[in-house]
């Protein structure tokens, strides 16, 4: 008898999970990360993600200043995103999680610069949306990171595009 009850409570169970795992109730949703914080290994092989844009020669909106080798009339200056699937968020908001790559190119493939924002969420940098800045080799490993990179100049020159979630590219 202890033997069919048993079978019944885990029977009983597996279909209030399977039940469950196939409502609609948002309380039964995956959620999303309340707080990224990247590694290196978050940004190891970003040349494999999906290339958003390349532009050569200076900044041709002059919104840039002199900030990502702007000036520079010899740069290359391609933007990779780690989902090409990603999109704002029904808030206009980047998920967190998301990572852009800015890599400056001289002429000849040499890598001058690169530059990365991350979605990093939770409570850092709440006055930016949530994104860390950094600067990393050209493997991808960080050489720099925080909310006030040099000076909170990236903040600042993105906050530009808040309306955006800071974000230049479309």
Known sequence: MTTIY?????????ASFALGACSNDST????????F???????????????VT????????????DAHAAQDSNITRYVYVN?????????GEFPVGTRFVKEMRMPDGTVAAVTV?????????????GW?????DKDGKITSRGAD??????NGCHSVNANKDYVFTK
Not at 37 to 51: E, G, M, S, V
Not at 123 to 129: C, I, L, M, Q, S
Not at 132 to 136: K, N, R
């Open 54 to 65: 390349s532009a050569k020669g200076p900044d041709p909106a002059g919104i840039l200043g």
């Open 117 to 129: 924002m991350a979605k990093r969420g939770g409570g850092f940098n709440t006055a930016h949306k």
């Open 6 to 14: 048993n079978l019944f409570l885990t029977t009983l169970f597996l």
């Open 149 to 154: 990179l040099m000076n909170n100049m990236c």
């Open 83 to 91: 989902d090409g699937n990603v999109a704002h968020g029904s808030n």
């Open 28 to 35: 039964t949703m995956v959620q999303q990360p309340q707080e």
């Open 132 to 136: 860390e800045w950094f600067f990393t």
């Open 37 to 51: 914080i990247a590694t290196d290994a978050d940004f190891a092989n970003y040349r494999t993600w999906t290339l």
